[in-house]
């Protein structure tokens, strides 16, 4: 046995030698995707911030803890003035540089490889937050037929798998389906997104989704519209709770 463990390590040491990686966000060498500094600077308890508990903008530093949601935490005003159809949403970081490269090479530039990472960096910072309670079931935002043709695989769907396994929670990959393809909201004014993903989602069993706690997993979180479309087709069809873990959010403007 400890003949195989030394041919392993031995083995391991050759293949890193041979064939070094780098790490996706400062290129350094690393044996990881991610090398330890880049996790401890951007994905770290040290680089946690305080954010809305609905929708996960941050909130302004030093200001005063505000009236609270059904999630028990602290509320941003446009949280407060106009609630969303969803409970909570949980990230592991915002949508800038140099984090946003890791969406962007996994989303566009195929590699599969990181989506583990996002995952595993997602299922830290869910597990960080002290009192969270956990969906019963977790579902990835669906591409529509054409862009799922167009890219071979849905990223939401790639992380979702292995942060279900983290957060050892069922997936349902086709609880909800996109009923039509719609133009990618980053392509359209904020004054039409609304109306781009309305009436996009469909539920393929209720009966999965009638008084539970739903999760919906998700690359990155911009305006918010594509998750409260979702989440209110769950809560139409009965859904108690729904929760948002996304990788990145996007930081208002």
Not at 42 to 48: K, L, M, R, T, V
């Amino acid at each position: 046995m400890q003949g195989k463990l030394m041919a392993a390590r031995w083995g391991r040491a050759l293949l890193d030698r041979l064939l070094p990686n780098a790490c996706a966000l400062c290129g350094g060498d690393s044996s990881e995707a991610l090398c330890a500094g880049c996790e401890a600077q951007f994905f770290g308890p040290a680089a946690a911030i305080a954010r809305c508990v609905c929708c996960a903008n941050p909130l302004p530093s030093g200001a005063p803890p505000g009236e609270t949601g059904p999630a028990a935490g602290p509320l941003c005003g446009v949280c407060l003035r106009h609630p969303p159809a969803f409970e909570r949403t949980l990230v592991a970081a915002d949508y800038v540089l140099p984090v946003d490269q890791l969406v962007l090479q996994l989303k566009f530039g195929h590699r599969l490889a990181l989506a583990p990472l996002c995952a595993r960096l997602l299922r830290d910072a869910v597990l960080r937050q002290q009192g969270v309670a956990l969906p019963a079931l977790l579902c990835p935002v669906p591409l529509g037929p054409r862009r799922l043709a167009e890219r071979g695989y849905n990223q939401a769907l790639e992380i979702a798998r292995p942060l279900a396994r983290g957060l050892d929670i069922a997936l349902h990959a086709r609880l909800v389906q996109r009923v039509r393809d719609t133009a990618a909201q980053s392509s359209v004014t904020p004054a039409e997104r609304q109306a781009n993903i309305a009436g996009a989602f469909a539920i393929a069993d209720a009966a999965l989704v009638t008084g539970r706690h739903i999760g919906v997993v998700d690359d990155v979180m911009t305006s918010g519209r594509t998750l409260n479309e979702l989440a209110a087709t769950l809560k139409r069809h009965g859904a108690a709770r729904v929760s948002n873990l996304v990788f990145a959010r996007t930081p208002p403007h």
